[in-house]
């Protein structure tokens, strides 16, 4: 869903991930036609990259669980 979010409105994807300042620098950058493609670009990389460090951050949470 925050993929289809990102392709259509790439703004509001900052705001759901926590990064609102991002948000509305995206969405500045939205506005401009020309900068529709850039910050679509950048919001499915930023959304790529939250879903990384989650996958990390459960990992290790996971991890300190087993050593204990």
Do not use: H
């Not at 506005?31 to 879903?51: F, R």
């Amino acid at each position: 869903m925050r993929l289809l979010i990102a392709l259509i409105f790439p703004w509001l994807t900052f705001f759901t991930i926590g990064r609102p300042l991002a948000g509305i620098v995206c969405f500045l950058l939205q506005i401009t036609l020309i900068g529709w493609l850039p910050a679509t670009i950048w919001a499915v990389y930023a959304l790529s990259q939250y879903k990384t460090d989650r996958k990390i951050e459960r990992a290790l949470a996971r991890n300190a669980g087993a050593i204990r």
